[in-house]
């Protein structure tokens, strides 16, 4: 199948080789000149594991393509994916104007029938401005379907090539064929593909992510609850994790969520609610408790150094939201760094991969280490903000010679308390006893 994917962010990009790995021509638009040629000669601007490996793959045997010309990609294409950035407006709602500025060229050049996908996050209603957009000029049929991706960063071709369920919102008959010819073979194992009306389907990934960021948010309530009482948050996970009803993911304590899609949704979700007079109290609340969950420690850093960070240097480990990625987008290390450096801390950094995309934010305020042990030279303390596996079995005796203090705050509980004890750090973490 001929399949045009236009935009070649995290999305278009994931979604284009992954397509063009199951046999179909793809076609990528993006506007970006220097990004397309880029991508022509076979780099790829985001970290993504595995995604090397199919990209090059498909480059090769020539059924994966660059352009910056609409008119040129769409060419004989049956399925045409909207893969573009919906950021959040000054109030939290998405804003659509490049994905109806791309529906607005469709509807100049498209020269047959063909299925208009939006693949980006949107607002419900979203697909009908879109259809009417392109209906303002198109002078052939076409449907407008809701296929909302639900890629994690880090593990995002495996979710592609292995969904666990494929949402297809549509109502065209004919429209639902293709959709199911094309993701057939993503589902072999039996996997669902559920369809459903185009509005559902765009409600469906708000609600996905929503529930998820309440999910952590609950359990990073909970771990507060366990400092005050004396409780250990990791006997709690495990708790209530073996309860089929609620399940063992997404229980981890920590310092926030971040990323490119929870915090967006769950604020647009709020605002969609807002916009149809609906107070969606407990999404306001998600967001006031991961706004301060992502610092939690820095007064604690504060407390441990006598109230005054002047002149003190905070190692910091992790800069990506997650592992696995180089996406910094809301990410808890930024806010982390922010506040080190407003109350007069040096920063001595190191991530695996995120430490160009944080150079081009905060330039030359931050000292970016050559490994996780650079960071640590000179330095009074460690901050850990990201749970990249390299972090997990350090060598701690020389974690300790490096060290001024034996001072290590996690924010993502990657030891445990009776290790550090014994180690005699002083250890804190969330939602545990700390060890000092």
Known sequence: MNITVVGTGYVGLV???????????VTCVDIDE???????NGKIP???PGLDVIFDRNIEQNRLHFTTDLE???KGAKVIFLALPTPPGEDGSADLQ???KVADDLGELLQEYAVIVDKSTVPVGTAEKVHAKIAEKAKVDFDVVSNPEFLREGVAVE??????RVVIGTRSDRARKIMETLYAPLVRQGNPIIFMDERSAELTKYAANSFLATKITFMNEIANMCELLGADVDAVRRGIGTDTRIGRRFLFAGIGYGGSCFPKDVQALAKSAEQVKYDFRILKSVMDVNDEQKVKLIPRIKEYFGGDLNGRTIALWGLAFKPNTDDIREAPALYNID????????VRAYDPEAMDN????????????????????????????????????????RIESSLKSKAIFDGRNLYSVEEMEDLGFDYFSIGRANVN
Do not use: H, Q
Not at 15 to 25: D, I, K, V, W
Not at 339 to 346: I, N, R, S, V
Not at 363 to 386: N, Q, R, S
């Open 358 to 397: 944080v150079r081009n934010r905060v330039g030359d305020k931050v000292y970016f280490a050559k490994d996780a042990y650079d960071a640590l030279e000179g330095a009074d303390a460690l901050l850990i903000a990201t749970e990249w596996p390299v972090f997990r079995t350090p060598d701690f005796e």
């Open 46 to 48: 985001i970290y993504e």
């Open 15 to 25: 979604t284009g080789t992954c397509f063009a790995e199951t046999g179909n021509n």
């Open 72 to 74: 040129e990609g769409i």
């Open 98 to 100: 490049y994905v109806l």
């Open 339 to 346: 506040l080190l450096l407003e109350a007069g801390a040096t």
């Open 159 to 164: 979710d592609f090539m292995k969904p666990d």
């Open 34 to 40: 220097k990004k397309v040629e880029s991508l022509r």
